[in-house]
């Protein structure tokens, strides 16, 4: 079992920037990818960066790639989202989530453990 717990969200100016937090406990994370996603009420959920918790290996969409950091912590067990130059469509709940081992860090199906988001709104 792994529980995650996000925090930094909130409501930022478009073109701010925000930096969103994971803590992970319960079991080792050694070969899993670790994941932030996002989802507005209505719409499927949406992939936006990955780490690969062993060697640190960071995957992005197009969307989101020169904007977004993802980065892990190992000593703290943390993974954050570093959000630069923020957008109004960037707007959303966003989730942490932790992948099977050796899952495709890209596909929400293969990620078992999800926190309970935390929402980030840009303002026009």
């Known amino acids: 079992q792994v529980q995650l717990v996000e925090s930094g969200g909130g409501l930022v100016q478009a073109g701010g920037s925000l930096r969103l937090s994971c803590a992970a406990s319960?079991?080792?994370?050694?070969?899993?990818?670790m994941g932030w996603f996002r989802q507005v009420l209505g719409k499927e959920r949406e992939w936006v960066a990955a780490i690969t918790w062993s060697d640190g290996t960071t995957y992005y969409p197009a969307s989101v790639k020169g904007r977004f950091t993802i980065s892990r912590d190992k000593t703290k067990n943390a993974v954050y989202l570093q959000m630069n130059s923020l957008k109004p469509e960037d707007t959303a709940v966003y989730y942490c989530?932790?992948?099977?081992?050796?899952?495709?860090?890209?596909?929400?199906?293969?990620?078992?453990?999800w926190g309970q988001g935390t929402q980030v709104t840009v303002s026009s």
């Open positions: 989530a932790a992948g099977r081992p050796f899952g495709d860090p890209r596909l929400a199906s293969d990620y078992d453990y």
């Open positions: 319960g079991r080792t994370l050694n070969s899993s990818p």
